[in-house]
């Protein structure tokens, strides 16, 4: 294929979070969105990090910041999971290092692109009704007995593109809220961006002509997930339009969108 032509630029559909105005004016441009991410990083789990990393590299403790702390511990996962090196910046950190390290890297995903502030999912309002309005054209022509003209749609974004989008389907919700004080009661948690939202992580909607009817399967990663408020992984496309029937009817990114309980 000559890929030149068979593809079109979207940004506005595939980066929303440049042109929400909301999104820019309460969380991109606003200190206090990601105060919890400050108090963390103040706090005495990422003192103890520093400390720990000055001690390891024998320089004063005013010479490890918790930008400097980060750039080691990034290097460290890129080379180890790009390259598959042991990398000598791994050996800086001990398994809870890394756990504080991970805990606040996650904070600022979950405050600025999570569940943190509800416009952060409402500004891939755009996307899921693109998503959405593809996967009822195909149904209702297979419905009427006519041929689905596209079977397949691919679309490229990044990961402020993705983790938006998948929480405003509510996957990976966690019971409480990651605060900046409650470390501890998170480190099982679901909203784990080393987990959900990897390299090259991806999104896959399936709609499957089955005995029962038309089935629908979310795969996050190329693994299954259940919906919230939904039994398994392949559930008949009217369950998930049920489910999802306050965002399919009110869902806008720059008004206060009707809430969804998941």
């Not at 869902?251 to 809430?259: H, I």
Request: net charge negative; proline share 3%; aromatic share 10%.
């Amino acid at each position: 294929w000559d890929f030149q032509d068979n593809y079109t630029v979207k940004d506005e559909l595939m980066r929303f979070f440049d042109t929400c105005r909301r999104l820019l004016e309460t969380v991109e441009k606003n200190k206090k969105a990601v105060e919890e991410v400050t108090n963390f990083n103040e706090g005495p789990e990422m003192k103890r990090v520093q400390e720990k990393l000055a001690d390891r590299l024998q320089v004063p403790y005013a010479n490890i910041t918790v930008d400097s702390v980060e750039a080691a511990f990034y290097l460290c996962s890129y080379e180890f999971t790009i390259l598959g090196l042991n990398s000598p910046w791994c050996r800086l950190f001990d398994e809870k290092d890394a756990e504080v390290v991970e805990y606040s890297g996650d904070l600022k995903q979950y405050w600025k692109k999570g569940f943190g502030h509800d416009i952060n999912s409402k500004s891939s309002c755009i996307l899921f009704h693109d998503l959405f309005n593809r996967l009822e054209t195909a149904a209702n022509k297979h419905k009427s007995g006519v041929s689905v003209s596209e079977v397949v749609a691919v679309q490229v974004g990044h990961a402020e593109t993705l983790l938006p989008l998948l929480t405003l389907l509510g996957l990976f919700k966690d019971n409480a809220s990651l605060t900046s004080t409650n470390f501890d009661e998170h480190l099982n948690r679901a909203f784990r961006c080393s987990r959900n939202m990897p390299y090259a992580a991806n999104l896959l909607v399936a709609l499957w002509d089955c005995s029962d009817g038309l089935r629908l399967q979310f795969r996050v990663n190329e693994k299954p997930v259940t919906l919230p408020g939904l039994d398994n992984s392949s559930p008949l496309y009217q369950e998930v339009r049920e489910q999802y029937k306050q965002l399919l009817q009110g869902c806008n990114q720059e008004t206060s969108s009707p809430q969804l309980n998941l």
